[in-house]
């Protein structure tokens, strides 16, 4: 549905004709952009309903495009496709992004994921309450590092864990 929506407003937005030559004639792109944003803008709360009310065929396509996402991240030359789309966009676009659109959404956005944090982060917090360190020896004493790593190699075991992996390596 959503994928429907996009084609139609780019096409929407566009309005390709052809004259009587077969040349085709594009919208001035002020027109098309002031257009489409517009008409994007005003379809948020539509955008939000089936986007909602697609998230189970999205969990079952995501999770079945397994196979597509390996390949698509050890595609011939993607470490360098990466690079290219990071220069072309630029730090400029990003800092603007960040003005524009990022900053406004970012106490929304921790606020709608409270829920989620709670949920990631309670495993975690539990394992190290749960946990009897070695002696602490007086400051500066090699041996007080022995009780972090104690707290690593138990983070780590609920971390692969809760992947459902066995063994001390990922």
């Given at each position: 549905?959503?994928?429907?929506l996009?084609?139609?407003?780019?096409?929407?937005?566009?309005?390709?004709?052809?004259?009587?030559?077969?040349?085709i004639?594009?919208?001035?792109i002020?027109?098309?952009?002031?257009?489409w944003?517009?008409?994007?803008?005003?379809?948020?709360?539509?955008?939000?309903?089936?986007?909602?009310?697609?998230?189970?065929?999205?969990?079952?396509?995501?999770?079945?495009?397994?196979?597509t996402?390996?390949?698509?991240?050890?595609?011939?030359?993607?470490?360098?496709?990466?690079?290219?789309?990071?220069?072309?966009?630029?730090?400029a676009?990003?800092?603007?992004?960040?003005?524009?659109?990022?900053?406004d959404?970012?106490?929304p956005?921790?606020a709608?994921?409270?829920?989620?944090?709670k949920?990631?982060?309670?495993?975690?917090m539990?394992?190290i309450?749960a946990?009897?360190?070695?002696?602490?020896?007086?400051?500066?004493?090699?041996?007080?590092?022995?009780?972090?790593e104690?707290?690593?190699?138990a983070?780590?075991?609920?971390?692969?864990?809760?992947?459902?992996v066995?063994?001390?390596?990922?």
């Amino acid at each position: 549905m959503l994928h429907r929506l996009l084609v139609w407003l780019l096409a929407f937005a566009l309005m390709v004709h052809a004259d009587e030559t077969g040349a085709i004639k594009v919208k001035p792109i002020e027109a098309s952009t002031t257009k489409w944003t517009e008409n994007a803008g005003r379809a948020a709360a539509e955008f939000a309903t089936n986007a909602e009310a697609a998230a189970d065929d999205w969990a079952r396509n995501t999770a079945a495009a397994m196979a597509t996402y390996g390949q698509a991240i050890s595609a011939p030359g993607i470490k360098e496709r990466f690079r290219r789309g990071v220069a072309r966009a630029g730090a400029a676009k990003f800092a603007r992004k960040i003005r524009d659109v990022a900053m406004d959404r970012f106490a929304p956005g921790v606020a709608a994921a409270d829920v989620d944090y709670k949920t990631g982060v309670e495993p975690y917090m539990s394992t190290i309450a749960a946990l009897t360190l070695s002696t602490r020896k007086p400051r500066g004493d090699p041996a007080n590092y022995k009780r972090v790593e104690e707290i690593g190699k138990a983070l780590n075991a609920k971390r692969l864990a809760l992947l459902g992996v066995s063994g001390g390596g990922g």
